[in-house]
């Protein structure tokens, strides 16, 4: 099928960028990578009056180590993320989820800003948001704010982004001592979205992982935060009954959804099968 | 009332101007304005591969891309890296292991092949068959085209060696 037709606007800047969201409303959507919003357009499961693509604004595509953290500019395309030094270095979750995600002619051109305010439950970058304790950076007529990444995932396709409010960027913390990561998933195929994710980030000592953080996605409508597996995990010897007890917690506190690609008890499986590989690949690393 | 936007770009080193409708996809565009009907197009939601060509160097799906958004970039085809050559040792191999039957697939699947190649030079097959899996062909089975795209790559290594 072809889009309905819109108009169509290329701002230079932000302000610009801003009024033009202003003035369209519940009629304008802000056009990024375009992998999910064309596919809706070509769809006619989105018919918005006017896109406004930020494509063109400069400054936006950064990938930057500030005091802060990484900066991921919105407009950082997923392949120049998955290939720099720096979110290898600093975030190595990241890099190791984004060739999970779609396949490279697609990543060219997706945004880390569109992967974010997107929000599938499914998608990979969101969960390691959480997992990572970030924090997205937001800009409106009325100021800016920064959101925390637990508080920004809000439901199915669904954000704290208010009207009229543009991802600048997202924020990860630096990668603290101690801490490893490992990101793995189970899908139909290379580069559809996950039937279940899971990023793993811990602080790995004497043998064990002291603190853990587990993010999955693709079990509920937003990333879905483990907190009784990682609490069978912190300061354990990890034993085979160890690693039985955090897959039964783990298998207990989710609730994930029944659909045509997987059913809720398969997924709790991969969940566990998933566990088990991260703790694995956190020890060992 | 002319809703139409003059977009001014290189195709295949070409200059070309146009007025597009802000809807007109990339993909269309070349098939419908410019005749250019070696991009193919399956799917429309960026699945199947067969609309993939180049905007300023970089692999995309012609179907998610507006024409208005490729308004100042450099596009290449599938036309145009046959024109010059840079995609024949891929073509003749193609030809050569069966890696093509109704042809589909081919143009998207030259595109990827080639970036996988430069990307990474001594891709094993299944590294290969990886990269490929955004790339649909319903009538090879695929086998087929990974064999001729790992033969190409070890006989660029054996050339630049
Ligand atoms: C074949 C295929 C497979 C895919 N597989 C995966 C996968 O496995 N995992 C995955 O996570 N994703 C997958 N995707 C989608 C992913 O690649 C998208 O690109 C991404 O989710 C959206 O990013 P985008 O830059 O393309 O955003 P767009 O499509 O441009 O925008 C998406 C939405 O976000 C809004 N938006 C975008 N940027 C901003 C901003 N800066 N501020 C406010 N709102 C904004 C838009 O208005 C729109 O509503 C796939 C896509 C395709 C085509
Ligand atoms: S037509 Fe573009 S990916 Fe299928
Ligand atoms: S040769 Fe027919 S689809 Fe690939």
Known sequence: ?285 | MDTTVAIELAVNGTPVGRRVEPRLCLADFLRYDLELTGTHVGCEHGVCGACTVRVDGALVRACLMLAVQADGCRVETIEGVSGTGEVSDLQQAFAEANALQCGFCTPGMLLTAHEILQREPGADPARIRLALSGNYCRCTGYQAIVDAVHRVGGARGRETR
């Open chain 1, 1 to 285: 099928m072809k889009p309905a037709p819109f108009v169509y606007h290329r701002p230079a800047s932000l302000p610009d960028a801003l009024a033009l969201l202003e003035r369209y409303g519940a009629e304008g959507r802000v056009l990024a990578g375009g992998q999910s919003l064309v596919p809706a357009l070509n769809m006619r499961l989105a018919t918005p009056g006017a896109l406004i693509d930020i494509n063109r604004i400069p400054g936006l595509d950064e990938i930057r180590l500030g005091a802060e953290g990484l900066v991921l500019g919105a407009l950082a395309r997923l392949d120049a993320v998955e290939r720099s030094p720096l979110v290898a270095a600093h975030a190595p979750l990241i890099a190791q989820a984004l060739p999970h995600v779609a396949h490279l002619a697609v990543r060219t051109r997706s945004t880390v800003g569109g992967g974010i305010a997107h929000a599938d439950p499914a998608a990979e970058l969101p969960a390691c948001l959480v997992a990572l304790g970030g924090t997205v950076r937001a800009l409106s007529r009325r100021g800016s704010r920064e959101i925390g990444a637990a508080e920004f995932f809000r439901g199915v396709c669904t954000t704290a982004l208010g009207p009229g409010e543009v991802l600048t960027a997202v924020v990860v913390p630096r990668l603290a001592p101690g801490w490893r990561s490992r990101f793995d998933e189970l899908a139909r195929r290379h580069g559809d979205y996950a039937l279940v994710a899971l990023a793993a980030h811990a602080r790995v000592a004497d043998g064990t992982l002291a603190e853990a953080r587990l993010v999955l996605a693709g079990v509920g409508a937003t990333p879905v935060r483990a907190a009784r597996a990682e609490a069978a995990l912190a300061g354990r010897r990890m034993d085979a009954a160890a690693l039985d007890a955090a897959a039964r917690a783990l298998a207990e506190e989710l609730d994930p959804p029944s659909d045509v690609h997987a059913s809720a008890a398969l997924r709790r499986h991969l969940a566990g099968v998933l566990l088990r590989r991260a703790v694995r690949g956190l020890l060992e690393a």
